[in-house]
C-alpha cells in the first residue's frame, strides 16, 4: 500500500479524505475513560499508517484532510466543501472510489446529501463513496476506527457487479445506503447504522442489494449544491406537552425559509402549532412534517389533513427531513433562475418518495 504522496495522485488511487470525529479522536486517559475524550485531533494520513500492514495489497491511497472537527459542528460552509471535492474526485479517471471517516454525529447529514448532491453521479461513474467512523477514540484499547477504516477500503474497492456506484456508510461490519444512516444510540459501537435493512460488509445480501438498486433507479438526477453563503435557514422544531404557538411565532419573525417540524408518534404536532403554521405557509415558509420517535414512516394528512403545502416526510427523520428541505428549496430556486416552474414540493416529494430498504 502507498499513501499521501501528491505523485500518487497521478496514479489510479482510492481517495481518503478525512473529515474528524471520534475516529480521529484522543482521550486524555484512553485505559481509564475512554469516552473523555477530544474527536477530530489525528490526521487521516495516521489513521491510515495504522491500518497499513493489514490493507490489501496492491491499492494506492491519497487522503487529504477536508476538515478534522466533531461533527457536531459541522456547518453548512463544510458540506457545500466536501460536495465538490467528492464531485471533482468522483469526475476524475485517476479516483477510483473515496473513503470519508467522519464523525458519527451528524453522519445522517452528510449521507444524505451526499446522496442527494452526488448519487447519481456515483452510480452512474460506477464508483463508491463510502463514510465511516468510529464510536470510541483511536487511542482506546479496543478502538473500533481501525477495522471500520479496513472495512470502508476493503468495500470501496470490492469488484464492482457485486455492489454498484453509490453513496454507503460502513460501521460494525456492517453497510448500508448512505441515507439510511441513522445515529439512534449514544455510544453503542453500530449506533450509526439501522437495524434491519443494512448488509455484512463482504457478504453482501442479495436482497438487500435489490432495494439500493430500487433506490437508486428512482433517484435519478442529483440536485445542485448550493454554494456556501446560499443554503436556506431550515430549523427543526419539536412538538412536545406544553408546545407553545410562541415557538412558531418566533421563527416567523425570524424570517426563516422552512421548518420541519418533529411530531409526536406518527407525525402529528401540538394543537396549538395549527394557527401560527397556517401563517407561516401564507408567508411562503417551506412546512415539513416529520415524527421525533426516530423510525418509521409519516404519511401526508395523516393524523390530520395537511396544511395548505405542507409534506410529509415519508421515511426522513427530521435531520435528514431538514437537509434535504434545504436542497429542495435551492434547487426550485435555481430552477426558477431558468426559467422552469417547479416548486420545492416538486423535489423534495421525490426525495420523501423513494423507497425504503426492508
Ligand atoms: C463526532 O461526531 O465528531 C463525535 C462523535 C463521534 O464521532 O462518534
Known amino acids: ?17 478525512g473529515m474528524g470525529g471520534t475516529i480521529a479522536g ?42 478534522n472537527i466533531n461533527s457536531r459542528n459541522l456547518s453548512e460552509e463544510l458540506l457545500t466543501e466536501l460536495g465538490n471535492v467528492v464531485r471533482s474526485a468522483l469526475a476524475s ?19 444524505i446529501f451526499l446522496q442527494l448532491t452526488c448519487g447519481t453521479h456515483a452510480l452512474d461513474l460506477g464508483k463508491r463513496v463510502i463514510l465511516t467512523g468510529a464510536m470510541l477514540p483511536s487511542n482506546a484499547p479496543r478502538a473500533d476506527g481501525p477495522s471500520n477504516l ?23 461490519g456492517r453497510g448500508c445506503l448512505a441515507m439510511d444512516l441513522a445515529k439512534r444510540h449514544t455510544s453503542a459501537l453500530n449506533a450509526p447504522i439501522k437495524d434491519s435493512p443494512s448488509s455484512s460488509v ?9 432495494g439500493v438498486k430500487a433506490i437508486q433507479a428512482a433517484w435519478t438526477e442529483d440536485l445542485p449544491i448550493p454554494q456556501a453563503d446560499t443554503w436556506p435557514w431550515v430549523e427543526i422544531l419539536t412538538s412536545h ?7 412558531i411565532t418566533h421563527w416567523i419573525k425570524a424570517n426563516v425559509d422552512g421548518l420541519v417540524l418533529a411530531g409526536s408518534g406518527i ?7 395549527r394557527t401560527p403554521l397556517d401563517e407561516a405557509s401564507s408567508k411562503g415558509i417551506a ?30 427523520a427530521a435531520p435528514k427531513a431538514r437537509i434535504a428541505l434545504q436542497l429542495a428549496i435551492y434547487a426550485a430556486k435555481q430552477a426558477n433562475l431558468t426559467g422552469k416552474p417547479l416548486t420545492w414540493q416538486d423535489f423534495f416529494a421525490r426525495i420523501a418518495d423513494l423507497p425504503e430498504i426492508r
Request: glycine share 12%; proline share 6%.
Open 267 to 273: 407525525g402529528g404536532f401540538h394543537d396549538v402549532w
Open 287 to 316: 412546512l415539513v412534517r416529520s415524527s421525533r420517535t426516530g423510525s418509521g414512516l409519516t404519511y401526508q394528512d395523516i393524523p390530520e389533513k395537511d396544511g395548505v403545502g405542507c409534506l410529509a416526510a415519508g421515511s426522513l
Open 26 to 67: 484522543l482521550a486524555s486517559k484512553p485505559e481509564d475513560n475512554p469516552l473523555d475524550y477530544r474527536a477530530g485531533q489525528v490526521g487521516v494520513d495516521s489513521l491510515l499508517t495504522h491500518i497499513e500492514s493489514a490493507l490489501p495489497s496492491g491499492l494506492t491511497l491519497v487522503s487529504k484532510q477536508v476538515a
Open 202 to 210: 463482504g457478504l453482501i445480501n442479495p436482497s438487500w442489494l435489490s
Open 93 to 111: 479517471p485517476l479516483v477510483m472510489g473515496i473513503v470519508i471517516t467522519h464523525g458519527t454525529d451528524t453522519l445522517e447529514e452528510t449521507g
Open 150 to 172: 479496513l472495512d470502508a477500503i476493503r468495500w470501496v474497492s470490492t469488484p464492482i457487479d457485486n455492489c454498484p456506484g453509490g453513496i454507503y456508510g460502513v460501521m460494525a
Open 241 to 247: 406537552a406544553g408546545a407553545r404557538a410562541q415557538t
Open 1 to 17: 500500500m502507498s499513501t499521501n504522496s501528491n505523485s500518487l495522485e497521478n496514479t489510479p488511487h482510492i481517495l481518503v479524505l
